[in-house]
Every structure is written in C-alpha cells, then in structure tokens.
C-alpha cells in the first residue's frame, strides 16, 4: 500500500496557506490520521488549529515525506530547518513554482529523493489535477506514494522531463485564474448589456460551471460542444466571429497571456 510508509512514520507539511490547506483537506478525507500530519504553518487558521493535525511542534526523525507548500521566495528561509532530513530516506514533494529540483539538492543534499510537483487550486474541492516528475533519487514506491497523496485531490499526470513544468504551471497551475477572470469579464459584459450585477454574475458562474461539468462528463470534444451551441446564423457565432479571430481573438490572447505565465517560471528558477 503506498500511504503505509505515511501511517508508519508521519509527514510533515511546511507552509498550510491556500494550496496547503486544500492539499490537507484531501489527505485528512483520504483516512491519513490527522496524528500523523505535522505541519509547519506561522499564522494557522482555526481550521487548522481544529483539525487535529500535530501543530508547530517537533518533527519526526524520519518522516516518510516532506512536503513544501511555501511561496518559491520564502524556500530559502525555510528549507534550512529540514536539511537533517536531507540525504535520507525522506521524500519531499515541492508544489512551489519555478523552483527546479536541483536547487532543493543543493540546499538538502545532492542524494535527497525529491519530487516537483504543480497541482491547481480546484484540489480543494477534490477536482484538481497535478503534474509530477522526480530527480534520479526518487524510487517507484517513492513516485506511487506522491501521487496517492496528490490524487487524494484529483487527477495526477507524470511528466517525462522537467523543462515542461514552465508550460503544465502557466496552464493548469495558473490556469484558474484565467477561468475566474472569464467568469468576471461575462458579468461585466452582461452589465453593459444592462443586467443588473447581481443577475449578471449568477448567469455568468452558472454558466461556466454548467459548461466545464459539460466538458468533464461528455464524450464530445470542446470543438463539438462549441459546435452544439451554435446555430448557423445565430447570436453564438456572431460572437464566436468576436472570440475565433485569428489577429485579436482568444486564441492569440490565450497565447500571450499562457507564454507570460510560462516565462515568468523560468525567471522565477533563474
Ligand atoms: N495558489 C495556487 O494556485 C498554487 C500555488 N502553488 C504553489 O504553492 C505554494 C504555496 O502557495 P499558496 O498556498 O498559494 O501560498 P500561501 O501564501 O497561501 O501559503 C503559503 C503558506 O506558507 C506559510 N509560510 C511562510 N513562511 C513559512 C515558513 N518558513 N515555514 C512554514 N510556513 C511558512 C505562509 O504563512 P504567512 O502567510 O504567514 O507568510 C502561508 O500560510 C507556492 O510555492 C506556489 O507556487 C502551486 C500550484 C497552485
Ligand atoms: O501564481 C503562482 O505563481 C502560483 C503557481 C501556479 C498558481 N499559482
């Protein structure tokens, strides 16, 4: 059983802000006995507090995994603490972006199995979907470990070499935001068609909510859900003429605002 080395040995998490806190939400659902969790967290929130998770308090010596849930600029700052785990048999899972796995090497050691991995923010309500690729060290059991953790929280997918994580962050990682913004830019528009912003914005959240459980459970693919939708002649592909062009559509858009996301990944691992 892969989580059995966690129910032996306990897990630590190091940072439990938003993607934490979702991460633990999945575990603790999952059956890993909140005993068993040590989180490193400064400013805890009272779910947290009231989770029974062991708090703020002592490590154990040989933890089954790591996992580092802190902002790519405090890495620095906190790794230190962890580096007697280093060069063991510890795994650690990073989830920070733009952070390769050879800079956690150099901080733990360079034998020190580890694991990046780029989940999403829909994790907290158990539909994200997370990338993984390990460095030389990590084992198989080591691999099948990591993504039962992260398949408490949705679907997982291993990557054959790092240098696409840049990409898989600026689509799935970010890529909720990009949704949300849509679902902001529809209300906005129905507003200036003259709904109220209320109304607006419950047809523009129903909307796209209804269209991605669409997406998830049809056998369809997008274009022909797009297609089904649209009535030759009719208001959908009046906008669709708006959305499709080639010069200042989405696409293009999608392109420029998916290549900054990327680049900005790759800066952050400079
Ligand atoms: N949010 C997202 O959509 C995604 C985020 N990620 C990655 O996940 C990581 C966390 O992001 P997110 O959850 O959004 O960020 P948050 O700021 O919500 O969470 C980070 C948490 O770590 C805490 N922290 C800071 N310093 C330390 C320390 N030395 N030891 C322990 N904990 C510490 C912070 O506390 P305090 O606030 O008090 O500083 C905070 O609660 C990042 O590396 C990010 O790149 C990956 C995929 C998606
Ligand atoms: O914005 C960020 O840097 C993080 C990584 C992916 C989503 N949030």
Redesign the pocket.
Known sequence: MTLDRIHAQGMVL?????????LLAGWLARGIPASNVHV????PSDWLRDSGVALNGAVPDAPAVVV?????Q??G??LP?LQSLGNGQTLFL??????PLARFGDILGQQTPIIRA????PAAVGRGITALIGNAHVSEPDMEMAESLLAAVGQTLRLENESQMDAV?AVS??G??YVFHLIEAMARAGESQGLSPDMAMQLARATVTGAAALAQDSTETAAQLRVNVTSPGGTTAAALAVLMDEADGLPPLMVRAIGAAADRSRELAQ
């Open positions: 190091l940072g439990c802000g938003k993607m934490g806190s979702a490193i967290e400064p400013h580092l849930a802190v902002k790519p405090m890495m700052d906190a603490a990073s989830i920070a972006a733009g952070t780029m989940p999403n923010t962050t990682g970010s909720p935001a």
